[in-house]
Each structure stands twice: as structure tokens, then as C-alpha cells.
């Protein structure tokens, strides 16, 4: 069965450090990947989304995740963050053609002025 | 364009009790899939409706079912609430125009079953 791990259940950061949070699946065949965002109140929004190509996606809001097939990681990186990326991120992964969603737990980020 | 609605907002309901949460697509999206989040187990699956036929389903049992109408609007319903049934629901909607496709997501029903 498919599943998502995403390391890291909460991570505290200050204004201006750099960010990673992993994302592992489990999928032999082709996938789909996002990185989606829930701000405190709001609802998720798509962060960027990896459908084929070059393994180096960007999205908004200067994020960006790499792709890398041998590993089955997506990780979410972003050189210098800010408070107003305070939020939750969620990895997901569907399968080819399946809209079926499969989610990782997510993770509490936390950045402090 | 309108994102994607969802109503009612909050629901507050008693156990034993049936709900039913309405969703209406982005203008023109033909898939509408249902997504349950709860702190423990996150986010999961429930349903896709595409051209009012369920295309997809996931591990919930049958007191969770759905429709979908001819405008794409949709609705899924829970009999015989459980207070485990307490949860967020989220529908999200997608074009469904190249098979690869981008779901977005309603802003959920927040239900409490007492």
C-alpha cells in the first residue's frame, strides 16, 4: 500500500534560517507529488506540485522541492523563512492518473521574529 | 474564479444522528473528492465523484457515502454518527483535463458529534 513519512512532526526556527522538511513514499510505479500548506485559520492551499521533469520544482512564495527518484523523497526547501510561513505542511502523493490523495502527517512549522 | 465552497461551516451533532455536508466545485471542475483530517490520523481519503459515478474510494466504512449532481456539485453524507466521526472534512475539486491533475480544497466542515 501506498504511504508518505514526513520526518519531522514539529520544527522551530527563527527568521532568516533555512529550511528543509523531508518527504518519503512508498510507490514503485509513477507518482505525483505536492507540497500543500494550511495557514493558522485558512484553508490548504497548493504550495508546488511535482508532475514530471525537471526534479527541481518552485512554487510560491520562494519554497521549492526536489524530486529525487532513487531515494523516493520530495523534500521542501526554502533558503531563508519568514513568521508569516508559520503554518502546517502536508507532502502528498497520488499515484499516475488516480486522484487519490495519500498524505503524510504533516509538519508544525514554527518560525519566531 | 470562486474557490471551492463548502456548507455548512461548523456542525454540532449527536451521536446516533445523520449529517449531510455539501460542496460546490471551481466553476468548470468535474472531480470532487472528500478528505477526512483528524489530529491523529491526519488527512484521509473518503471518496472521488467524477460525472456523478464514484471513481475512487477509500477505508471508511459505509455509513460515509456520497453523490455528485449534474453540475458537479456534491454531497456526502454520515449515518449513525460516532464521536470518532468527529473531524474536519474537506472536499477538494479538480479540472480533470489531462488525467495529472491539481486538487483544490474547500475551507471544510468542522463537525463535533456529542
Known amino acids: 500500500a501506498q504511504s508518505v513519512s514526513q520526518h519531522n512532526h514539529h520544527v522551530i526556527l527563527s527568521e532568516a534560517a533555512s529550511l528543509e522538511l523531508g518527504c518519503n513514499y512508498s510507490?514503485?510505479?509513477?507518482?505525483?507529488l505536492f507540497w500543500y500548506v494550511q495557514y493558522p485559520g485558512q484553508h490548504l492551499q497548493l504550495l508546488l506540485k511535482?508532475?514530471?521533469?525537471d526534479p527541481l520544482v518552485k512554487g510560491i512564495k520562494g519554497f521549492e522541492a526536489e524530486f529525487i527518484k532513487s531515494k523516493f523523497s520530495f523534500n521542501l526547501r526554502k533558503p531563508s523563512v519568514q513568521w508569516s510561513d508559520t503554518a502546517e505542511y502536508f507532502c502528498?502523493?497520488?499515484?499516475?492518473?488516480?486522484?487519490?490523495?495519500?498524505w503524510g502527517l504533516g509538519t508544525s512549522l514554527a518560525v519566531n521574529p | 474564479k470562486a474557490g471551492v465552497t463548502q456548507t455548512p461551516r461548523y456542525l454540532i451533532k449527536t451521536r446516533g444522528q445523520q449529517v449531510t455536508l455539501s460542496c460546490s466545485p471551481i466553476?468548470?471542475?468535474?472531480?470532487v473528492s472528500w478528505y477526512q483530517q483528524t489530529p491523529g490520523q491526519g488527512l484521509q481519503f473518503l471518496f472521488e465523484?467524477?460525472?456523478?459515478?464514484?471513481?475512487n474510494k477509500g477505508n471508511f466504512p459505509g455509513r460515509f457515502s456520497g453523490r455528485q449532481f449534474s453540475n458537479s456539485r456534491s454531497e456526502m453524507n454520515v449515518s449513525t454518527l460516532e464521536l470518532g466521526d468527529s473531524a474536519l472534512y474537506l472536499c477538494?475539486?479538480?479540472?480533470?483535463?489531462?488525467?495529472?491533475?491539481?486538487?483544490?480544497f474547500g475551507p471544510g466542515t468542522r463537525l463535533t458529534v456529542l
Open positions: 477538494a475539486s479538480s479540472p480533470v483535463e489531462k488525467g495529472r491533475d491539481t486538487q483544490y
Open positions: 466553476s468548470g471542475h468535474r472531480s
Open positions: 502528498a502523493v497520488n499515484a499516475g492518473n488516480n486522484r487519490k490523495l495519500i
Open positions: 465523484y467524477f460525472s456523478e459515478t464514484q471513481r
Open positions: 511535482y508532475f514530471s521533469g
Open positions: 510507490y514503485g510505479g509513477t507518482v505525483n
